[in-house]
């Protein structure tokens, strides 16, 4: 069965560091692999995604994720933190014959110091 | 763009009421999700629709029922409100070919008195 694990549930970064933000699946096959970020009050908006070719993907916002096989890992990273960045983040999973179904993870809520 | 609309931002009903969530998207998108939403459990599938008068239960079927008679809609519905269905409520949509993005709605906020 798929699954998704994020194994920070709150981080905090200053204004201008760097971030990364972990995200590890479980599935047999090429995944496919999103990452979403939710304002407060707000639905879930989709950042960046993968399903083939360049393991290194850009998305929107400046963030971007590397697809690492052999890890089985999708890690979201942002060299310059800004505060309107905070927010929560999630690492989704999807298959080939799903019907679009999703597995997604429990979110990491990143807070941006001042 | 893809808009998914939901009928209410927030809702506040009260215990044995019947409730209707809407969701309405205008992208002939054939898949169409409820989840909901708690602190520390992510989103969580109540149910999802692959086409017109079709259903699939999620992980939480329990305590709802859908309804999907035209394509572009898709409701939820608690036949009976209980105060432990106060969540936050998603509703998605996708094409039924991959990468199988998802488009969220704002998101319904529901208060069970």
């Known amino acids: 069965a798929q699954s998704v694990t994020q194994p920070d549930i709150h981080i905090t970064v200053s204004e201008g560091a760097s971030l990364e933000l972990r995200c590890n699946y479980s599935?047999?096959?090429?995944?496919?692999l999103f990452w979403y970020v939710q304002s407060p009050g707000q639905g879930l908006q989709l950042l960046l995604k993968y399903f083939s070719g360049d393991t290194l993907v850009q998305g929107i916002k400046g963030f971007e994720a590397e697809f690492k096989r052999s890890q089985s890992s999708f890690n979201l990273r942002k060299p310059s933190v800004h505060w309107s960045d905070a927010a929560e983040y999630f690492c989704?999973?999807?298959?080939?014959?799903?019907?679009?179904?999703?597995?997604f993870g429990k979110g990491t809520k990143l807070s941006v110091k001042p | 763009d893809v808009k998914v609309t939901q009928s209410s931002r927030y809702l506040v009903k009260r215990t044995g009421e019947k409730v209707f969530l809407e969701c309405v998207q205008d992208?002939?998108?054939?898949?169409m999700f409820w989840y909901r939403q708690d602190p520390g459990l992510g989103l969580r599938l109540i149910y999802f629709s692959y086409d017109v008068k079709m259903k699939e239960k999620g992980d939480i079927p329990e305590g709802y029922s859908v309804s999907r008679e035209k394509k572009e809609r898709f409701s939820l519905i608690l036949e009976s409100a209980s105060t432990n269905q106060t969540s936050m409520y998603l509703c998605a949509t996708t094409e039924s070919k991959v990468p199988y993005e998802q488009y969220f709605g704002p998101g319904t906020r529901l208060t069970v008195t």
């Open positions: 989704a999973v999807g298959a080939r014959g799903s019907q679009g179904n999703l597995i």
């Open positions: 992208m002939d998108h054939e898949n």
């Open positions: 599935y047999g096959a090429t995944p496919y």
